[in-house]
Each structure stands twice: as C-alpha cells, then as structure tokens.
C-alpha cells in the first residue's frame, strides 16, 4: 500500500465496479501503489450507498466508479469512464477552482479532510454535496490517484456552500461511515496515541470511544487474541518501510460476539520521528457473513448441508496427506440410497427431499467426527474414513455406515420407510492415490454391490469384500451369543505350592456348545478385543460369577476369592468403578471375595484414573491381580505404586522352567522382588510335578495348571468346595 496524502474529495478505502460497467477502466492511468482499482472500489462501496469514483491526479479523469455513481448522477457508471469530472461540475469555472484549491491543500496540508461544493447532475439539475477524500501516492512519493465518497446532503442543507472545497473535518460523513475513521500516531519511542476516531462503530456496538481515543491499548485489546499477532506485525511493518497496512480482524464487542473490521490506512513519517496513520476501519461483517455463505453454498450441498463433491474431493486429499505420513488407510465409500424413484413418485419430491436430509444426519451421528461426509450425485452419499492396517477397524467403519440406513426413515406422511442401501468402497493407498481415482474405483465396487441380490456392499478388490464379509459374519456370531447368554464362567483352581490346599479360583470364559463342546477361547477373545464386545462379554462372565459366589456363600461353602479378567477397554470405560460398586451392593458379595485381573495395557494409556480407581475398590475390600507379568514392557514402577495385591507369572515362563536356565533367574527374581513387596505370587501354567517343586523350591506361593485341574464348570468346582472344606 502507497502512502497517502489528503485532498478533498477521497478516503482510503475500497470501492467495488459497477457490476453493469461495459467498458474497463482505463488502466494506463492506474495508482501504482498497493491500491489497485479493484481492491479500491470495493472497499469504498463498503462505505455506503453513496458514489464513489478514482480519480487520476494529474488528469482528472475518471478511472472507475459504482453503482451508486448512476443513482445520483444519472450517468451510467460507463459512460463515466476515461471522462474529465469536468462533465460533474455545475461550471467550467467551479471546475477550475476546485483544480487550483486541491493542489494547495494537496501539497501543503496533511490529514484526511472532508469538503462541501455544488455538483450537477445529467438532466442539467444540481445539488448541494460532501466528500470524503485520500490520495494515493505512487512510489516516488507523488500523488497517483483520489478515491471520492460523495454525498448528497441536498435535503438538509438549503444555503449554497462555498464554490471552493475548505477544510470542515470529519464530522457529518465519517459519521455515516460503517466503521471507523482514524488517525493514529507512533512516536519515535514506541508512544501510541489516537488524535482522531470518529464513526458509527462506537454507537453501533455500544463500544467507548472516550476509552480509546484515551488509550489505544483498549482498541487493541479488544481485538480477538488470535488476530492480534498479525495486527502487531502489520503495524511494525507498516511504520517500518512506510507501506500501506490492508487487514482484516475481528473485534470484540461488549455481547461477548464480534465483529469484522477491515482496517486499511496510510502511514506517513514526521520531522520528529513519529509515523501517523491515516486510515479506515470498516466495519464488513455484513460482507464476511456473505461470503462465507457464498462459500458453503459454493462447497456444500444445499439440501442436506452436507460437503458436495467438489469440496469432499478438496478435504479428501487433505486426509490423504495426512494418513500418508502415519501410514493409515482410507476407506473411500460411495453409499446409495435405493428406491428412491418410488418413494418420490408415491410420497412426493418433498418426502424424498426429507428422507435425503434425515440420511446426511444420520451418517453424521453414526461417524467420528474425524470422518467426511459428503453428499454426491442425486441418492448417493461420499464418506471417507480412517482405518488402521487391518480389518479389525475396518469392518467396524462399515457397521457404522450400515448402522446408520438400518432403521426405517419417517418422512412427512408419517409412514416408516426402510431403504435398500448399497455400498461401494475403495482403500487409500492399494485401490488409487486420487480422490477421483477412489471414487471412481468405490462406483465400480457400487456398481458390482447392486447387480448382487444378496449382498448390500463390495469392495474394489474382491478378495478384500471375501475376506471382510467373512470377518463380519464372525463378529454378528458372537455379538448374538453375548446377546444370548450363551458364554458362562468356567473357575480353574489355584493351589498353594505348600501345603495343596485351594486358596483361589480364576474365572475364564467359555463357550458351551449345543453337544457340550467348548469354543476354544482363542477363536473369540482377540475378536472381542478388536470389535469392543469384549465390554459386554466382560460384563456378562462378571454378573454370573458374582451370582455363583452369592450362590455358593448361600448353601454355607466357604469360597476363596475368585478372579476376574477385565480387559484395558472394560476398565478404562467411564464408570467401571460405580458399576462394580452397584453389583457388589446388588448381590450382597463381599467385595474381598473379588480379585480384578489387570494387564498392563490397562494401566498405561490413563494411569493416573487407573490408579484413582484402583485406590477406591481397594478401599472398598476389591483385590487387584497383575497378570502376565513379564511378557511385555513390564515396569517396576507399577508395582511399588499400584495397590496390587497379586503377581501372576506368565505360563511362557513357568512352562520352561525346567529346560530354560535365563527364564528359570527371571522367576527366581520375580518371586524374591514380590515378597518383599508382600505380594502373592501365581505361577500359571503348571503341567508337571517338576514345574511345581522347581517353584516351590524358587517360594513361589500358588500355581494354577493341567497339573492340578483344568477350568471346571461351576457344578464340577462346587465338588472342589465341598472337599477343601
């Protein structure tokens, strides 16, 4: 931005073109500085419904001007072009005069000024007006071009003005100004000071100008945090190599909201050091709110709000980049609302137009708020998400989607409507590396996903579809045995390695099947992990083994504490601690016949809640057990913090206790560093009498293996009871 000089008749602002202009504006004589026609037209428009033109300097001719221009003046805005103002003087001597009167003040007074004189319209009739004027020098420093707001003060002023312009101050015009005119000064020290603030902000918004023109940290301050850095550096520039400041910020408003402001002045240099600004801080909220409309409407689809296909393109790369450096994948998907054309002919276009948006806001209740939405061509929606590198995440991406069309929608007849919806997906980066190549690749999958009759997805690569169909129908299996009940607590019994006698049960989940086989655990606890259901799985084996304790205490058998494996994502769910509580509370089982199994993963992501829940079940008589200690990263720390009350050793170790002499010095170090943190140590895994004297020997407490039995059903184990008694 070039520095300013004032002369009646222009303010450094931004003005906007006719938009009926014809002809362009005649840029030979365009201002060479940071104002450039464009930028100066549009923001004096800002200004107000008043005429606004740029003039050249030295020519007088008219280089551009608004709307407003025709309103007033009755020339269209083109015929105006390239003209001398000659044609919008009441005479060719008022024309000289003003010419003579604005090279004196041009080049002998500084500041913005504001003037009145006659002007004359094109039917021949005049009017009494007032300007609002700024220069805008070229880089030599010379004066370029003036930007003119003109008003039309015809119904209240009845007395001719002087035939030549004069300096009157801002008072009337800047008044009418939607912002604020300016004049602020920086002394050679860093000293601010306001010596000019006028405009309709202060009363707009209820803002103290007393307090500012006082103090510009106030006006400072109340800029939104986020914008002051760009403000500060703005200005040091500015008062640095004298260049124009043009920027936009919000200001803070006494409602707690705020408003855009854009500021836009010219910095010039005094004797003394001190560099002042002359300039505007125009209020465009009105302009921003616009164009921010404009842009949803531009990116977004109107219907259901939703991304349209142009922007969900523009975001997709954006996830690509990113997934890209952490090596994720991106399922691209292409979901199809069917019968759509029915539901259209029997309800009417606006029962479709509503089942549309209901299906946009069910997608974005069902998805993570990291997932994209868009909405594509007619009944097809866009979606992008997140996975990791197996098809763990992935198949729950897809329940999501799926879960999200599985109820029937209710459109405005009031009558529920299920859809018959088909998904095509894609993975970034195996099925492209476009976001047009994985949409086109996700509408093939679609395409092949409606020729199937019996299948409402595909994937690009068939074999992947193979393969995560078959996963999801493992997952859908043990969901309804969960469901169903069907998993009950086997108890396998924990011995002590001194004297033989039960001194604790662990409770493992198991299977049943309708012959009386058992489904090996390991078919279906990693997929419980992976899918989550391991949550209510771990609920289900807990509410059956405190009945069976409450059970067994009934019929007078004494029961030794019984533990119970809870899973990371079980004991890091909100109000694990309180449900445990109310079950204990519910069943009337003293809490110290309870042992919780932890993991270490269930201790690492929070440990500071693990803690604070591990120290309020303990306070309550709860026991806790660390099992599989050793086999990962295993910290000392945990122990010495943690109120744990058990050690288990992992049956990695206890099974080659004897042919493995470096894993035979780890147990003995277990077993030493317990007792003296006086814990209970259980070695796992036992299947030989050698195994259990080698641990004896070692001072190992327990065992728990083959050895001495395997996990029982509760009617089997109540004989264990009975005997041990």
Known sequence: MSSARSIPGQVGTHLINDPDSRDPPDTRAAPAGAFSPDTVIQAAFLAGDHPVLLVDARSRTILACNAATERVFGYPSYDLLGKSTRILHVSDAHYEEFGRESERVLHNVPGSYHSHFWLRRRDGST??????????DDRAGEPRAVISIVRDVSESVHAEPPPHPGKAGFHSLARHLPGIVFQHVRTRDGAARNSYLSGNLFENYGIDPDAMQADPR?????????????LGHAMDRSAETLTGIDIRVRLRIPDDGHVWLHIMAQPHRLDDGAVVWDGLALDVTREVQAEERLHHLATHDALTGLPNQFQFLSLLDQMMARAGIGNRRIAVALANLGRMVYINETYGFEAGDELLR???ARLLEHLRPEDLTGRGHGNTFLLALEVDVDDAELSGTLRRIQEAFAQPFTVMSGVPIRMDTRIGLALFPTDGSTGEGLLRASGIALDRAKRHPDRNYEFYAEEQGRELRRRIRQEQALDNAIKAGEFVPWYQPQVSLVDGSLIGLEALARRPGPSGELTAPAQFIQLAE??????????LILDRVLAQIREWTGTGLKVPPVSINVSARQFRQAGFESGLRERLAGTGVDPGAL????????????YSAAQQTMRALTELGVHFSIDDFGTGFSSLGYLAELPFHILKIDRSFSSTIGQDARRRAIIESLILMSRGLDLLVVAEGVETEEQARLLREMGCHAAQGYFYAPALPADRLTVWLRDSQ
């Open 127 to 136: 009017f009494p007006s007032e300007h609002l004027v700024q220069v805008v």
């Open 595 to 606: 042992v919780v199994e932890l993991t270490e993963s269930s201790l690492l992501e929070n």
């Open 218 to 230: 106030h006006f400072f301050d109340a800029i939104h945090p986020e914008d002051r850095p760009r």
């Open 530 to 539: 992976e899918t989550g259901l391991i949550i209510p799985l771990g609920e």
């Open 358 to 360: 209901q299906a946009g």
